[in-house]
């Protein structure tokens, strides 16, 4: 089992800037692909960014790219989604999720997730 809790959601302006970070326990997280993924009220889930397990591969949404950053840091357990220019069709919930091998971004293909952070942007 991975326990992931996310965290640095909040309030934020558009234009502005949001961390998230997503803390996880458990079994060996260098083992674990790390994604990011995103829901909108109403919304299906939607892939954001992942991470390969050491860091070396990255993969984003198309729409996301340029703006969104993800890195690890496996000394510390830890994901982080770095956000920049944010909008407000950034709002939704954002969840880190866990799984083996490679990258996807078929929310349906990783085994662990966190219980989300919220990130609201206002116009």
């Known amino acids: 089992q991975v326990q992931l809790v996310e965290s640095g959601g909040g309030l934020v302006q558009a234009g502005g800037s949001l961390r998230l970070s997503c803390a996880a326990s458990?079994?060996?997280?260098?083992?674990?692909?790390m994604g990011w993924f995103r829901q909108a009220p109403g919304k299906e889930r939607e892939f954001v960014a992942a991470?390969?397990?050491?860091?070396?591969?990255?993969t984003y949404a198309a729409s996301l790219k340029g703006r969104f950053t993800i890195d690890r840091d496996n000394a510390k357990n830890t994901v982080h989604l770095q956000m920049n220019s944010l909008k407000p069709e950034d709002t939704a919930d954002y969840y880190c999720?866990?799984?083996?091998?490679?990258?996807?971004?078929?929310?349906?293909?990783?085994?662990?997730w966190g219980q989300g952070t919220k990130v609201t942007v206002s116009s």
């Open positions: 458990g079994r060996t997280f260098s083992n674990y692909v």
């Open positions: 991470i390969s397990v050491r860091g070396g591969g990255t």
């Open positions: 999720a866990a799984r083996t091998r490679t990258i996807v971004i078929d929310p349906s293909a990783y085994d662990y």
